[in-house]
């Protein structure tokens, strides 16, 4: 949408905003720098990078208050379990929302007066119109450019190839719970650094994040990253799932338009949680 704005196809945006969590892959944020400097500054689009803090660190920090991730818990009596999502709102949308307001002169409490609000793009295709969904508050008013002109992924997927953006990342958090094998391979078979980090991120979560120990919450059962509920360096991340499968041959029909061997993104307004649906993330906003 950036790009499709930068040259005029679509209107011109004010705004494009990132939401860091501060734990991408280091391939998102340089694609960003790139973005920035190859396609948005040239046409006077500023991106504005927001933020609530470093995912990572907070979960580690028994000072700092932690929206959790949904990680996979082993209960004390052998039964699986889930911890609640509240990151993507907290990591996400919140300092999203704090910039809209802050960009419309109306900071957090002031109230925004009726009929002061801003058009907001989400970059959904066709193939996940199902996720479209107005805004939950009357100063951001949703728009889904990619759905109104009838783009699907792999029209995007070509498109980006014309500008040689054909390896575009996904953005989501190294260590999120929701990647699938793909996924984490990609991260071990591309980034040994990146890979380690986050096999001694799941072994210090192994009980839960830091606050709720530290206050007394303790978790009654051990949490793990991986689905199957094993320690990531010995999850069995090399078998391909049945989904997995489904995107190969996805890929093959695309003549393989769509990213090697990289799955699962995660968008403020269309996490991989809710579905298995992939998204981009990329947000434009017009006054």
């Not at 793909?182 to 979560?205: G, L, M, T």
Request: net charge negative; hydrophobic share 35%; proline share 6%.
């Amino acid at each position: 949408m950036l790009a499709l704005s930068a040259e005029g196809i679509l209107p011109k945006i004010d705004y494009a905003i990132f939401a860091d969590t501060g734990w991408e892959p280091k391939s998102v944020y340089d694609h960003l720098d790139r973005l920035e400097r190859e396609i948005a500054t040239p046409a006077g689009i500023p991106v504005l990078r927001v933020s609530s803090g470093n995912i990572r660190n907070d979960a580690l920090n028994p000072d700092h208050r932690f929206a959790s991730m949904p990680l996979y818990i082993l209960n004390t009596d052998g039964r699986p379990g889930m911890t609640r999502r509240q990151c993507t709102g907290e990591y996400k949308v919140k300092p999203i929302k704090k910039k809209i307001r802050d960009l419309l002169g109306y900071p957090y409490p002031t109230r925004v007066p009726k009929g002061v609000f801003v058009e907001q793009w989400i970059g959904i295709s066709t193939d996940e119109f199902h996720r479209a969904k107005d805004a939950d508050v009357k100063y951001m008013q949703n728009r889904h450019p990619l759905i109104d002109t009838g783009w699907s992924r792999s029209d995007c997927v070509r498109y980006l190839t014309s500008l040689d953006l054909a390896e575009t990342p996904k953005s989501s958090c190294l260590g999120c719970p929701f990647h699938g094998n793909a996924q984490w391979r990609h991260i071990r078979d591309n980034s040994p650094a990146e890979w380690e980090d986050v096999v001694e991120f799941d072994a210090a979560i192994r009980k839960g994040n830091a606050r709720a120990n530290a206050s007394g919450n303790r978790l009654l059962g051990e949490a793990f990253l991986h689905r199957s509920r094993v320690p990531l360096g010995r999850a069995p991340i090399d078998h391909v799932t049945a989904s997995e499968w489904a995107v190969l041959q996805q890929e093959l029909a695309d003549e393989d338009e769509l990213e090697r061997g990289v799955a699962d993104g995660c968008s403020p307004w269309a996490c991989r949680g809710d579905a298995d649906a992939l998204a981009q993330d990329h947000f434009g906003l017009a006054t």
